[in-house]
């Protein structure tokens, strides 16, 4: 967005001009900038003041788990999950900063009904881990407690199915 001011000493008009330009964030400024420069010379107000304003990128997550498809997405990597693990990532990022016990996932996750020894929780995390490579900080372990989701702006849980 361009504000282009004219010279203090005159009536002071403020117009506004909304320009949308699809690039990367650099060649955005870049181009925001010389068409501001372009402007204040094709009006010839060689002393208006004209001024860029960029909107601020939004970081993209670093996890996306599409929970409709059953999708988790590293950096835009699909990460192949079993449907055990899937579960209970999801679990974990729909509930973030919140400790899990074991026996708790275990009853959420695996269902009530199922006897699952508690340790096989750690290893499930354990392989989700593994897979998801350098986001696997993303889980935290509580000693002798179970599990916690501690960052959940690095995680976006969506629901991709097509209403209808």
Not at 107 to 126: P, Y
Request: hydrophobic residues 45%; glycine residues 4%; positive net charge.
């Amino acid at each position: 967005m361009a504000v282009v001011k004219a010279i203090p000493d005159v009536t002071t008009v403020d117009v506004t001009v909304v320009i949308r330009l699809s690039a990367p964030t650099a060649q955005a400024a870049d181009a925001a900038t010389r068409l501001a420069e372009a402007l204040r010379r094709a009006l010839d107000l060689p002393h208006a003041d004209v001024v860029v304003d960029l909107p601020v990128p939004r970081a993209e997550p670093e996890l996306r788990i599409l929970a409709d498809s059953r999708r988790v997405l590293h950096r835009g990597v699909d990460v192949e999950l079993t449907r055990l693990e899937f579960d209970l990532l999801h679990h974990l990022c729909t509930h973030p900063r919140q400790v899990h016990r074991r026996t708790a996932l275990m009853n959420n996750v695996w269902g009530a009904t199922s006897f699952v020894d508690t340790r096989t929780v750690d290893v499930h995390v354990r392989r989700i881990r593994r897979k998801l490579g350098d986001a696997a900080s993303l889980i935290t372990t509580v000693r002798g407690v179970g599990y916690r989701m501690d960052n959940p702006f690095s995680v976006s849980v969506e629901h991709d199915s097509l209403a209808g």
